[in-house]
Nanobody, 112 residues
Framework: QVQLVESGGGLVQAGGSLRLSCAAS????????MGWYRQAAGKERELVAV???????YYADSMKGRFTISRDNAKNTLYLQMNGLKPEDTAMYYC??????WGQGTQVTVSS
């Protein structure tokens, strides 16, 4: 049974930083494409960042230079380091494996 459990969300002031974690069980992260997505209230879910099994990364334009996706193979955990947070980054953040398995999400709220 695959489980993805996100953590690390919270309330932060604009300009601040957060690091999200996604702990995986039942699946080996390093051999799967892993992604972070977010969904703001009243909006559609959007891709934030992806890391391939080979380690290549992709970021949505608005996250480039501010967010960093990474994984710790030993801990089987995916991370999203978010710096320079803006109020428009407020959303529920989800991790996903191969766009097939999803976590329950962690809320990020950025105050102005």
């Amino acid at each position: 049974q695959v489980q993805l459990v996100e953590s690390g969300g919270g309330l932060v002031q604009a300009g601040g930083s957060l690091r999200l974690s996604c702990a995986a069980s039942g699946i080996i992260l390093r051999v799967n494409a892993m992604g972070w997505y977010r969904q703001a209230a009243g909006k559609e879910r959007e891709l934030v960042a992806v890391i391939s099994s080979g380690g290549s990364t992709y970021y949505a334009d608005s996250m480039k230079g501010r967010f960093t996706i990474s994984r710790d193979n030993a801990k089987n955990t995916l991370y999203l380091q978010m710096n320079g947070l803006k109020p428009e980054d407020t959303a529920m953040y989800y991790c996903a494996a191969n766009d097939r398995y999803w976590g329950q999400g962690t809320q990020v709220t950025v105050s102005s």
